[in-house]
């Protein structure tokens, strides 16, 4: 961003916001037949504008306006008392089963699309870059292009990559480039592991599957060594961290039993998580106040997956619902977040 951005105190940021582009361009790769995404509009009862997401012929999720629109999402700020809002393209998106050549116009699409709706909103909305990590070099060279020519101020990435855990040594150059370039990682659950486990609508990817994803690849960072081979790396996991808080105590106690846990790992998988950042997006007072003292009320930040129709629309609400105390409010609404994006926000605490 060009100029500073000044937030009143008491102003919520929320670091898990979604958009997604009105329209699609026609089909830019060399590769067919490809799951390229398209739009096929529709309206509801009350008037407002509708699109459907399509894949392959075949309707993948219906969005409203709110995604491309930054009017109407700025309208709806000042209700979920936010400030400032970091948006990140939906995860089904990020697009890692496509080929690279296909791969890379999409994303730069998307980037260019996410730094058109943040600078319409007068700095208000702060971008995450995507990147085609399927191939890391590709990855890091969109990494660069979408921070300083478009002034995204992070970059999202799956939970999985095509089903490689994100804390495989094989991603250390991109989060190498993320460390030099002073850039945060926020992981979003995609595409989770085990839905062949489950019964019921395919709603309940999003409601289950989601966050056992998201505690596998937390899991992964820990058990990978992630943190020791970059220590500077400033990463957030989305919905609370999944079932992350539930594993913990079971990783840490296999840390003390198992000599080969332990020669692994340099320190407690207790103490590493709370180098994490997660977002507060559980919808439930008791779970939010056992993620604070499971990783620290430090390391917990505002999410709320708008626009979806599963979103949290009081987030600051639920701070107070929790009963944490006016310091561990301010930490959550808008402190955490500002130190998890770092001096490239923009954003400073007045």
Known sequence: MNQTQTMRCGCGVDIHAHLVPENFPRYLGSTMPSPWPYMEASADAKGMCHRQVMFNGKHYRTVSEQ??????????????????????????????????????????????????????????????????LQDVQAAVEELQYAHEKLGLVGVEIGSNINGTPIGDAKFDAFYEACVAMDIPVFVHALKPA????????????????????????????????LMHRHPQL????????????????????????????????????????????????????????????????????????????FHEPRPVGRLMEAGLDTPSQDALSYGNALRFLGENAGLKQT
Not at 105 to 127: D, H, V, Y
Not at 196 to 208: N, T
Not at 243 to 261: E, I, N, Y
Not at 262 to 286: C, G, N
Request: aromatic fraction near 8%; include cysteine.
């Open 67 to 132: 995604c491309w629109s930054a009017q109407r999402r700025l309208a709806d700020l000042p209700e979920m008392g936010l400030s400032h809002q970091v948006v990140s393209p939906m995860p089904e998106l990020l697009s890692y089963w496509l080929g690279l050549s296909d791969a890379k116009p999409l994303i730069r699409f998307l980037n260019e699309q996410t730094a058109a709706l943040c600078a319409e909103s007068g700095g208000i909305l702060l971008g995450l870059a995507a990147v085609p």
């Open 234 to 309: 400033r990463i957030a996991f989305s919905h609370g961290g999944g079932t992350l808080a539930s594993l913990l105590p079971r990783l840490t106690q296999g840390w003390k039993t198992f000599p080969a846990l332990a020669d692994k790992l340099k320190e407690s998988p207790a103490e590493t998580a709370r180098k994490l950042y997660f977002d507060a997006l559980v919808y439930d007072a008791p779970t939010l106040r056992h993620l604070i003292q499971t990783f620290g009320v430090e390391q917990l930040m505002l999410g709320t997956d708008y626009p979806f129709n």
């Open 194 to 225: 085990g839905m062949e486990r489950l019964i019921g609508p395919p709603a309940l990817e999003q409601v289950l599957g989601y966050p056992t994803d998201v505690g596998l690849a937390a899991a992964s960072v820990i058990t990978g060594g």
